[in-house]
């Protein structure tokens, strides 16, 4: 029987919306859940609720207590961990050990910022004038408005749900509608953890009422801190709305990876991590393979061993041993298969069948595209599925040049034993994050995660560099002189001789 879900805002549940089915895409004819889309006005509503009482008591709780309630949150997460990796592999797809370390990341982040209650440091600054003190605090930005997509649909979330809670933030989260029983199974369980009413609060709704509600709520100031990840064309339309507001987004956007593969490179391991990050989760990951960028010495050598791997991969139900299962929703298949469209006659396409597998769910064949060139859509725009590039170069500047030429620059990888090439690759690129030997896929918890470009404006989540994101800095000075002391005026000046010579 599918689950029933609504918006919850100040703990109490919006029962009313337009009904929206979250079905299995494994088998589109079974109903996941049937979810109530809320309003702009209910995500609006969401905003002041949290704004007007539950932010200000939240914070006022002290950091190291909310620290351990976070803790709570990792510990209910990991009791449950099975359960809620089975609803994400049943909801969109992805296969079970995948969605295992999904799961696993949540806990992760939670074990770290645990530790961060403790650690939400200021300082203590000397003071130009004498009997006077500086200080600086973190404090919180107020309430925290995130829209995250279905494709990572309790990992990402986590990202930023666990750091702006523990800041002292309130937070209203609208998940992608596709995914709405994952995320409303997380959270119940940070509501499980000891949450005031309204602290946390998550709306359903579609992506223009969200936009509708987000610009509402701007306008009325009660939200200080967007958080949104999606594509780069919407990231673009929230950094606007939120220019217009004088406020700075945390955006974690598309990507375009290169995989740069040197004439020295392991081409066995080359070729497996091109297979995990290019095809893993179906490519539908914003850290997923775009092109690899292969010198053109092992061109040939690499792109065989990549094909017979892609070739051998297990595709199928995500339940079983598979290298990856459906896309998301139909309306990923639909766009995925615009992509394929992109194909050109100078291109040489491989392994075998293009297009949508025979049977009911939304599975695809995995594609490779040799011979993209600069110019080409597949090498230029993110193409969210199961398809790969492959384009040659001659020296490692031109790489660097094609890997950054469509503009984005979330992830990428370079393949080498030589050091001296893997610190110009990484002064030269424009990613946000660079692996050695390893694949464009891959993010751990206490490293800053984020991109440039198109893939983001260059904020960054997760390990300590998100307090950045959820905290205001504030700066005080205190003077117990008994006198008025200006500063850069009433300073002692001490007069050196700049004439001495020995």
Sequence with gaps: MALQIVSVVAGEELSSGTPYESVNPARPSETVATVQLAGADDFAGACRAAAAAAQREWARVPAPVRGRVIASIGRLVEANTEALARLVTEEIGKPYAEALGEVREIVDTCDFFLGEGRRLYGQTVPSEMPDKSLFTFRVPVGVAAVVTAGNFPVAVPSWYLVPALLCGNAVVWKPAEYAAASAHALYRLFAAAGLPDGVLNIVFADGGQTYEGLDLALGEGTVQKVGFTGSSAVGRAVGELCGRHLQSPCLELGGKNPMVVMPDADLDLAA???LFSGFGTAGQ??????????HEDVHDEFLRRFTVAVRDAKIGDPNGDVLYGPLLDHKFAERYEEYLGWIQPHHTVLPGPVGRMDGEGLYYHPVVVDGVRPGDRLFLEETFGPIVGVTTFSTLDEAID??????YGLS??????DPKAVFRFREGVSAGMVSVNNSTSGAEAHLPFGGNGKSGNGSRQSGMWVLDQFTRWQAMNWDYSGRLQKAQMDVAEITPDLGFRL
């Design 272 to 274: 497996e991590g091109a």
């Design 412 to 417: 990428s990888s370079i393949y080498t034993s």
């Design 402 to 407: 094609l890997a950054n030429r469509p503009g």
């Design 285 to 294: 990951r914003c850290t997923s393979l775009g092109t690899v960028i292969v």
